[in-house]
């Protein structure tokens, strides 16, 4: 795999133009469907300066898993410490698949869908990006419990991995039949879930 240590802030720059373009191709065409020349086009890099990143369509695709697996699960939206912040989270990621039509983008939930079975180093970022998600919204369910909003009985490990399933399972659901209803109820039930903890 290609890593890029001291880079300039030009290279850095490039780099990502390349990593972006990568991950809005992914969220049109797919992985399989992801081709290195359309990705030089969109980036408007050379073929070389591509090279220069990455060996080869593998290590793009591992940098578009990093890429959206530090992204975390709410990239617009603070800490994930309250029950409004968790419904203000769920609608946003419902208004992002009405506004991409059911598309749903580039998602680490899309990206496991094709890439989990067969490679197995996929697999593995994927699931370190997963668990990374898992424990933001982990560190928000303690800090409402340390305020007394959740009980504590409540398992926040089982909270925070429903919260995640619903987001995952129902975007996949929702690219797939191009509604945001499964989304939608997913993300209700798992919200209703953790509000089934208030004192």
Not at 23 to 31: C, K, N, S, Y
Not at 115 to 144: C, K, N, P, T, Y
């Amino acid at each position: 795999m290609t890593t890029a240590p001291r880079l300039t802030a030009k290279g850095r720059a490039t780099r990502d133009r390349i990593v972006a373009a990568a991950t809005d191709l992914i969220a049109v065409r797919g992985v399989a469907g992801l081709s290195l020349d359309e990705v030089r086009r969109a980036a408007e890099v050379s073929g070389s300066q591509l090279y220069h990143y990455f060996d080869g369509k593998q290590a793009l695709i591992r940098a578009v898993i990093t890429r959206q697996a530090t992204a975390g699960p709410s990239p617009e939206i603070g800490a994930l410490d309250s029950q409004e912040a968790l419904r203000a989270w769920a609608d946003a990621a419902i208004e992002y698949q009405e506004r991409d039509r059911g598309v749903g983008g580039c998602t680490l939930g899309s990206l496991a869908g094709e890439l989990a079975v067969g490679d197995d180093e996929a697999r593995a970022e994927l699931s370190s990006g997963f668990l990374s998600w898992q424990g933001i919204l982990r560190e928000g369910l303690a800090a409402m419990c340390d305020r007394g909003d959740l009980r504590a009985d409540a398992d926040l490990d089982e909270l925070a991995l429903a919260l995640l399933a619903a987001l995952a399972g129902g975007n996949v659901l929702s690219r797939t039949m191009r509604t945001t209803d499964p989304l939608r109820a997913a993300l209700d039930a798992a919200l209703a879930r953790v509000a089934s903890f208030a004192p």
